[in-house]
């Protein structure tokens, strides 16, 4: 079973600073097309991020990039907003058979 | 745009059944072009996959819950919904539906998500 682990588990952070979120798959995936970030507000629904494992979804401002090496994956935030202090998830997809995995989370906190 | 809403009890006893719906707009399920799933999420926890289901009925489920899990889908009604039987405190969440395209660059990501649904389970 693919097990996806965050780190931080929280990040302390200032405004105009830049975050590194990583999340690393306990396995080799059987493609990182299929590999998400996720952005959480309190109270709100998960909005998602980057898909691709690099992609920006539509609106996303190009602060957020994603990145992957092997079985690693990473979401940067540059220029950090008080706004962007959240929950970050990552999510990988397999075809066969159909499953969706979510890590466990970061939380980003902006001081 | 595709929207979704979550509708259905607020508050179960253990051991009854939840069931939850979940209404489309702005799209119809019987386009055949998104999976629609389940996902839940317990007070301060992380998200769970519970299932999807296809506009044909035909359904994939978590292993963890596919003892106790249904799902159907009323394209009429432009609906899709969750039972969850023999609740217990456990299955206290926050449960989403959401959307993945089947095919394209933004295969199997979630991009769009209901507002959720609060289900507490209690004696």
């Known amino acids: 079973e693919l097990v996806l682990t965050q780190s931080p588990g929280t990040l302390f952070l200032s405004p105009g600073e830049t975050a590194t979120l990583s999340c690393r798959a306990s396995?080799?995936?059987?493609?990182?097309?299929?590999f998400a970030w996720y952005q959480q507000k309190p109270g709100q629904a998960p909005r998602l991020l980057i898909y691709g494992a690099s992609s920006r979804a539509t609106g996303i401002p190009d602060r957020f990039s994603g990145s992957a090496s092997g079985t690693q994956f990473t979401l940067t935030i540059n220029r950090l907003e008080p706004t962007d202090a959240a929950l970050y998830y990552c999510?990988?997809?397999?075809?066969?058979?159909?499953?969706?995995?979510f890590g466990q989370g970061t939380r980003l906190e902006i001081k | 745009q595709v929207q979704l809403l979550e509708s259905g009890p607020g508050l179960l006893k253990p051991s009854q059944t939840l069931s939850l719906t979940c209404s489309v707009s702005g799209g119809s399920i019987s386009d055949g072009t998104e999976y629609w799933s389940w996902i839940r999420q317990p007070a301060g926890k992380g998200l769970e996959w519970i299932g999807r289901?296809?506009?044909?009925?035909?359904?994939n489920l978590s292993p963890s819950l596919e003892s106790r899990v249904s799902m159907s889908v009323d394209t009429s009604r432009n609906q899709f919904s969750l039972h969850l039987t023999s609740v217990n405190a456990a299955d206290s969440a926050v449960y989403f539906c959401a959307a993945a395209p089947i095919g394209g660059a933004t295969r199997g990501a979630f991009l769009v998500w209901g507002q959720g649904a609060v289900v507490t389970v209690s004696s």
């Open positions: 396995q080799s995936l059987s493609s990182i097309n299929y």
């Open positions: 289901i296809y506009s044909t009925g035909s359904s």
């Open positions: 999510q990988q997809y397999e075809s066969s058979p159909p499953w969706y995995t």
